[in-house]
């Protein structure tokens, strides 16, 4: 048990990444039609210091939102740095406790004629929101969180990376839409690509490097971490994008090929009937067969234009172990014995003649 408990505090730290107001505003503005008359669940955030209830909260009577639900999880770092909700402890510092903040009214509440920031501190205030606390720890999973997510039309996040798995696992099981965070490898995962691959999950606009605030006790590492004159420490990760099944315009963008197959140029891999493609913008125009392309492809993937397919039906090798998640993975994917990182297997569904 007290491993368990070490593991799993270790896990939480590493979680620890706050994503910046002006990542989510560039993000979120792509899906605004999918927001009006819904229900919007923030369950991984402190909501008073989350830029997602930010983010919402401000925005609440643009995007025509019917309610903003955030939920704060039990110790989180950086509870009441920005504004105090409960009561202090004996040292004068926030308690740490889960709550809840259910907003279903924002007005001008210091009547300069817009909502700012400066009205976000006044919701509460009024008698049609609400700032409870929580009786468990506000993990994702705890019952009365998930009765939360039941309520909610769209759930929009950073959930923790560790976790990532289970939280899309209760996602897809509870069929909600959502806009979430997460790692570029997340598409390798056996519980994730399945859900690519048919089309029940894709990709958002940005993918790639993003800065996330880290806490105080954050160590320090010598590549992607730096801290800026304010003392606050910052860290970087080259692999993020956003995971979604709302619908939006890039997903339809059809990819403009130019390159042309030869044999010489697209070889094919030893165990696998289909040819390599080491970059998206290499993909041949004119190849009507399996071509095995880099996951980073999933960020120009139109469905309309190409079809992901299952590995398993293209091995030529019966040797070769089934990966029962469909991806070219490891000592697979070699040519002339040679290993090439990970791939997806695709075809393109309108090639022009050879």
Not at 242 to 256: A, G, P, Q, S, Y
Request: contains cysteine; proline residues 4%; negative net charge.
């Amino acid at each position: 048990m007290a491993n368990k408990n070490l593991n799993a505090a270790k896990n939480a730290k590493k979680d620890e990444f706050y994503t910046q107001l002006t990542d989510i505003e560039r993000e979120l503005q792509h899906y605004w039609p999918h927001f009006r008359g819904k229900v919007v669940l923030c369950n991984c955030d402190d909501p008073y210091e989350s830029n997602f209830f930010k983010y919402f909260a401000l925005r609440f009577n643009q995007l025509g939102l019917k309610k903003l639900i955030c939920t704060c999880y039990d110790g989180s770092p950086v509870m009441g740095t920005e504004l105090s909700l409960f009561s202090l402890d004996a040292e004068g510092n926030e308690k740490k406790t889960a709550y809840k903040v259910e907003i279903t009214e924002v007005a001008d509440m210091n009547g300069d004629g817009a909502v700012d920031l400066s009205d976000v501190e006044y919701l509460i205030q009024n008698d049609k929101n609400v700032l409870s606390s929580l009786r468990g720890n506000g993990d994702f999973r705890s019952k009365e969180c998930i009765e939360l997510l039941k309520e909610a039309d769209i759930v929009v996040t950073n959930p923790p990376f560790s976790l990532f798995r289970e939280y899309v696992a209760l996602l897809m099981e509870f069929e909600k839409k959502f806009l979430i965070l997460g790692s570029l490898n997340a598409i390798t995962y056996k519980e994730i690509f399945p859900l690519i691959k048919e089309n029940a999950i894709w990709l958002g606009y940005k993918s790639g490097d993003m800065a996330f605030k880290v806490p105080e006790d954050y160590e320090v590492r010598e590549t992607r971490y730096w801290e800026d004159e304010t003392g606050q420490k910052w860290r970087s990760l080259g692999n993020i994008c956003w995971f979604t099944n709302l619908d939006h315009n890039k997903r339809h963008e059809e990819m403009d090929l130019v390159c042309r197959y030869s044999p010489e140029e697209y070889p094919v891999y030893d165990n696998y009937n289909a040819i390599n493609v080491n970059k998206t913008s290499d993909i041949p125009c004119n190849y009507a067969g399996a071509m095995g392309v880099p996951i980073t492809f999933l960020d120009k993937y139109n469905p309309d234009q190409f079809e992901i397919l299952n590995a398993n039906d293209y091995r030529t090798n019966e040797l070769v172990p089934i990966k029962f998640h469909g991806l070219i993975k490891d000592k697979d994917s070699s040519i002339n014995g040679k290993p090439i990182y990970v791939r997806i297997l695709i075809r393109n569904k309108h090639p022009k003649a050879l």
